[in-house]
């Protein structure tokens, strides 16, 4: 089983600001997706592929990223991006879909 | 416009039963996979249950293996999830999302339905 480490728990950012968080698998996968949940809403799927963007994600939003070393980076972090974002992989054995602990980005 | 609607949810005991429903609308629901994601109250997401479009493949979590059943009615455009023996450690939000063939992402999510296991 594949165990998903988001780093890090929580991290405050200023407007204006680079953030980039990582999500580190325990053993090597062939993508990463990444999704953003703000409170009280479900989550949306903002990254997939490692690096595409989902529809209508702000380009200042990059993923990148190899085998057990992923990251999302926001290349200037605004308002609208305080938000809890989580990382998801697939592996097929076993075949199960498994969640990183989640990042909580904060506006400073 | 893609819509998921989850319901069936609420208080129930432990050692209970429920079964959720997620209808679906604005796509063809026969041509993706299913899913059923759960969150507890101020934590993470925690992947429950998976079904492809046909309902040939069907995978569970350890964590729910043996008392939860996915299943889907294509006809009616409605996922559901059986689950039974429940614990006080099911209590969460649960999501439908949807996921296409191939495709190892969940790019639409439901609003989610409470479901709380307490006596």
């Known amino acids: 089983e594949i165990v998903l480490t988001q780093s890090p728990t929580t991290i405050a950012a200023s407007p204006g600001e680079k953030v980039t968080i990582t999500c580190r698998a325990s053993s090597s996968v062939s993508y990463m997706y990444w999704y953003q949940q703000k409170s009280g809403a479900s989550p949306k799927l903002w990254i997939y592929d490692t690096s595409k963007l989902a529809s209508g994600v702000p380009n200042r939003f990059s993923g990148s990223g190899s085998g057990t070393s992923y990251s999302l980076t926001i290349n200037t972090m605004e308002t609208e991006d305080a938000a809890t974002y989580y990382c998801?992989?697939?592996?097929?054995?076993?075949?199960?879909?498994?969640f990183g602990a989640g990042t909580k980005l904060e506006l400073k | 416009e893609v819509q998921l609607v989850e319901s069936g949810g609420g208080l129930v005991q432990p050692g209970r039963s429920l079964k959720l429903s997620c209808l679906a609308s604005?796509?063809?629901?026969?041509?993706?996979?299913m899913n059923w994601i759960r969150q507890a109250p101020g934590k993470g997401l925690e992947w429950v249950a998976s079904?492809?479009?046909?309902?040939?493949?069907?995978y569970y979590a350890d964590t729910v293996k043996g008392r939860f059943t996915i299943s889907r009615d294509n006809a009616k455009n409605t996922l559901y999830l059986q689950m039974t023996s429940l614990r006080s450690e099911d209590t969460a939000l649960y999501y439908c999302?949807?996921?296409?063939?191939?495709?190892?992402?969940?790019?639409?999510w439901g609003q989610g339905v409470m479901v709380t296991v307490s006596s």
């Open positions: 604005g796509f063809t629901f026969s041509n993706y996979g």
């Open positions: 999302a949807r996921h296409l063939y191939g495709y190892n992402y969940f790019d639409y």
């Open positions: 079904i492809s479009s046909s309902s040939s493949y069907i």
């Open positions: 998801q992989q697939w592996s097929s054995t076993p075949p199960m879909y498994t």
